[in-house]
């Protein structure tokens, strides 16, 4: 369900969350992105973060300069503003994948388990080529960014393009960094070693998260990827991985990413039936 009105949340007691549905619906984070970006304009005061993610945006604040109703107030005002969302800043960030690469099958051995990308391939009725041709055939929306430093959850734009596939029965407890992972019909990456129970499909030949990086690519927190950024997959084999990780080890890899506006409006309607509205 799609509310008509955002429904707040206390979540403790110096975090509110907006909510404004209760599926997985990417008009649900335009909305959370809209309202992000018009909350950090006005510069509430009390409010130290803002934290999107898929269909709420959470506030925290400082509960001694600031208390619920007065941030709902502050909050239920702007929000009035930004119904009508046709635009976005959106970054393109292209990430170069190793697909079907030794570390995920090595990891299907340690599990006991059918390589995740041909079991990947199975669930969809399609050949391994076929999988690595659709993954990389749309662009990622990266709806939020957390849960450990740097990882994200992505949705392919263009819904002919999604893979489905479950999670793991027994979760693993440990999946090397970088690995790129599927469940359900979301994509994201392990910024970090880590347990997981995600299908891996491929390597990142870059990090998602690197502190102290010899790159200007990365901010201070390390983080490379934010929510409202469009991910574009790009195949690579093993010479040119190799290339990639050492020139961006070195700091001198030349990272393709392009700031951009993203029309919100012409790809909502695009998804609209032949005929609706009319």
Known sequence: MIYETPVFRPLGDCYLAVEFGDE???????????????????????????????????????????????????????????KQIDKLPSRIVELPVWYDDPWSADLAVRCDVQRNIEFVAETNNITVDEVIKRHTGTDYWVVCVGFTPGCYFSIPLDPSKWLKAPKYKTPRSY?????????????????????????VIGR???????????????????????????????????????????????????????????????????????????
Request: aromatic share 10%; proline share 4%.
């Open 24 to 82: 997985a619906d990417l008009s649900l984070n335009f909305k959370v992105l809209a309202l992000a970006d018009a909350l950090a304009a006005e510069n509430i005061k009390g409010v130290m973060e803002l934290i999107p993610s898929f269909r709420e945006l959470g506030i925290l604040f400082d509960r001694f300069e600031t208390d619920y109703a007065t941030l709902m107030d502050a909050v239920t005002s702007i929000q009035k503003t930004v």
């Open 175 to 199: 999946t090397p960094a970088r690995l790129i992972a599927l469940a359900g019909f979301s994509t994201g990456a392990y910024p970090v070693a880590s347990p997981g129970g995600y299908q």
């Open 204 to 278: 990142l030949a870059v990090n998602i998260y690197e502190p102290g990086s010899k790159s200007q690519v990365y901010p201070d927190d390390g983080v490379l990827l934010r929510a409202g950024d469009r991910l574009r997959y790009r195949n690579v084999g093993a010479l040119e991985y190799e290339d990639i990780w050492n020139a961006a080890q070195a700091g001198t890899f030349n990272y393709r990413i392009e700031d951009e506006i993203f029309d919100v409006k012409s790809y909502l309607d695009s998804r609209q039936p032949k005929g609706a509205g009319e």
